[in-house]
């Protein structure tokens, strides 16, 4: 139990609204590696670059230190970190695999995450999102790996559940912290 301490240590934070986008962080390193397995047992063991998509997992585990020397900063990471994440992991398995979806949780942090008086930097970071989708959906990417359609369309199904998840958590997380009335701090 030192380790799950240790963790709610880190992710805790004096600001709610940063607190919750620590945990949602940590919730997403957490996952980063398991999600090469699942892809593996979708589109075949022998695709040995979907290991490349978990790449970001130690970044999004640096979001409660961003965070404890600047709230905002941490708040504006994990949305930018998941971005670059879904462009990354669009490139390794296509457009097509539907891994572009991970945009929309980024977009529900940043409508949920920022201060009324950040209202330029959550409209930045939601078009940069917005971006990235049309991007990927007006722009398709193959992808370095070879995905047969088959095999995308069970991503696409994997990402979609994964999506819808993610989004809820966030969801719950935030508008908690709306409820009590807590703005997140500068």
Request: charged share 10%; aromatic share 8%.
């Amino acid at each position: 139990m030192k380790a799950a301490a240790w963790l709610h240590r880190y992710a805790e934070h004096p600001d709610p609204a940063t607190a919750a986008v620590n945990l949602v962080a940590l919730v997403v390193a957490g996952n980063g590696p398991f999600y090469p397995l699942y892809s593996l047992a979708l589109i075949g063991w022998d695709r040995a670059g979907a290991w490349l998509s978990m790449l970001a997992s130690p970044v999004f585990f640096l979001v409660p230190a961003i965070s404890h020397r600047c709230p905002r900063a941490g708040r504006a990471s994990l949305p930018l970190i998941g971005i670059a994440n879904t462009v990354w992991c669009a490139v390794l398995f296509g457009s097509a695999s539907g891994v572009g979806l991970f945009v929309l949780p980024c977009i529900v942090l940043a409508a949920l995450a920022y201060r009324p008086d950040e209202k330029f930097l959550a409209i930045s970071v939601m078009g940069l999102a917005i971006g990235s989708l049309i991007m990927l959906t007006e722009f398709p990417v193959s992808g370095l790996m070879a995905v047969s359609p088959d095999s995308a369309a069970a991503l696409t199904r994997l990402n979609a559940i994964s999506v819808a998840t993610l989004s809820g958590f966030v969801s719950l997380r935030l508008i908690n912290v709306l409820r009590q009335g807590h703005c997140p701090s500068p």
